[in-house]
């Protein structure tokens, strides 16, 4: 099925539309409602990823849908074998959040979303230790260091679904540009390393030496 397209039940469809790392602005969501209301069943659902989806579309209406969607300046996205849209908490915001969430997520989902993977890979950016179960449940959740002030950690290799399994917690403090870099090498090495259709724990787990090289890699990075 097409990017951003995903079947439901009674040969219906629903459209996923991304904002901007779970923002929509005003206008944006006028855009939703307008369009719920035209080819949907004016309703529109929030998804656990900060995505909105359009529910209930025909399949003979999904071209012009399509092509609505693009005219109002909305996004389509967010399924595949594609890094999906990147979450954030309300850390920027919140009295809680230890730092700017909302835009190392942006950086993050601008550098990183839609790039092909042997499967999904699910990038969070959380601003609490209220969050922490959330970061676990990524494939990279990244979360304040409680050891290094300002600077961040990150978990890896975590899964939600039918088999939860909890990220692996890498101790080593860096700052958002290593954090960068640190998500560009997992990527790379997922891309290299899996195959259709593992997660990036089965790889990991799989091939235990790259726990290893994941880990010397930031040691490396967090001593420069």
């Known amino acids: 099925m097409t990017f951003g397209i995903i079947g439901q039940k009674n040969g219906l469809y629903a459209l996923r539309l991304l904002g901007s790392c779970g923002q929509f602005?005003?206008?944006?969501?006028?855009?939703?409602?307008?369009?719920?209301?035209?080819?949907?069943?004016?309703?529109?659902?929030a998804t656990s990823r900060g995505t909105l989806e359009l529910e209930g579309i025909k399949e003979d209406e999904l071209e012009a849908v399509r092509d609505a969607v693009r005219q109002a300046?909305?996004?389509?996205?967010?399924?595949?074998?594609?890094?999906?849209?990147?979450?954030?908490?309300?850390?920027?915001?919140?009295?809680?959040?230890?730092?700017?969430?909302?835009?190392?997520?942006?950086?993050l989902d601008k550098k990183f979303y839609g790039l092909e993977v042997p499967k999904k890979f699910k990038l969070g950016v959380f601003g609490c230790i209220n969050s922490l179960g959330k970061a676990m449940a990524q494939d990279v959740g990244i979360m304040p260091s409680f050891t290094k002030l300002g600077c961040l950690e990150l978990y890896v290799g975590g899964l939600a679904g039918s088999r939860p399994v909890h990220?692996?917690?890498?101790?080593?403090?860096?700052?958002?540009?290593?954090?960068?870099?640190?998500?560009?090498?997992i990527i790379e090495l997922y891309r290299q390393k899996g195959k259709y259709p593992q997660r990036l724990r089965a790889v990991l787990d799989g091939q235990p030496e790259l726990w290893e090289e994941i880990e010397q890699y930031v040691k490396r990075l967090a001593a420069e």
């Not at 890498?170 to 560009?184: D, G, N, S, Y």
């Open 25 to 45: 602005t005003a206008q944006e969501l006028l855009a939703v409602g307008t369009l719920a209301q035209q080819f949907g069943q004016g309703c529109v659902t």
């Open 167 to 185: 990220g692996r917690h890498i101790a080593v403090p860096l700052t958002q540009e290593q954090v960068m870099q640190t998500v560009a090498f």
């Open 73 to 107: 300046g909305l996004r389509l996205g967010g399924t595949g074998a594609t890094v999906r849209a990147v979450v954030a908490c309300k850390g920027t915001t919140c009295r809680r959040g230890m730092f700017d969430v909302h835009a190392l997520a942006c950086s």
